[in-house]
């Protein structure tokens, strides 16, 4: 018994147009003849993959396996994120929506709220309102027990 693997709407890939001003953007990739293991994925895969998180909100992990594995998708993003690259990729495509749908630059909103804690306690308070339990309550999790430096070890199990 097999699953077939839905494929994800075309509305959810970046558009050639764009795609092929973002292609030579992407640094070139190596020929790999000792290493062995999976081949990289493909960057127009990948590009399309970070995009469909971003846009849907969905974690890496939750993102379509026609993309690859959310991990790999998490680890291209850091890669593109620390060279500096994601920055004029995600620039371009800011750019290329505001030619097709418009963006109107002069009022945007973040969603977000700033509110003090509840039971915060008050401002520069000498001590903190932290646990106030014991240490060493805790059950062991261990079936053997423990027992101390020079008592005979014997093997016994909790109730």
């Given at each position: 018994m097999?699953?077939?693997?839905q494929?994800?709407?075309?509305?959810?890939?970046?558009?050639?147009s764009l795609w092929e001003r973002l292609h030579p953007m992407l640094p070139r990739r190596k020929r790999r003849?000792?290493?062995?293991?999976?081949?990289?994925l493909e960057?127009?895969?990948?590009i399309d993959g970070i995009f469909y998180v971003l846009r849907t909100?969905?974690?890496w992990k939750a993102a379509p396996r026609e993309f690859g594995s959310g991990?790999?998708?998490h680890r291209y993003f850091q890669f593109l994120v620390a060279k500096e690259i994601f920055a004029r990729i995600w620039q371009m495509a800011l750019e290329e929506y505001d030619d097709l749908e418009g963006i109107q630059w002069e009022w945007q909103s973040i969603d977000g709220a700033m509110t003090k804690a509840p039971l915060g306690g008050e401002k520069n308070?000498?001590?903190?309102?932290?646990?106030?339990?014991?240490g060493h309550q805790t059950v062991v999790a261990y079936r053997w027990r423990r027992y101390p430096i020079g008592r005979r070890r014997q093997r016994c199990q909790y109730a």
């Open positions: 097999t699953k077939e693997c494929r994800i709407d075309d509305n959810w890939r970046i558009p050639d003849r000792t290493h062995p293991g999976r081949k990289p960057w127009r895969q990948v909100g969905c974690q991990s790999s998708l308070r000498p001590q903190s309102h932290g646990s106030r339990q014991v």
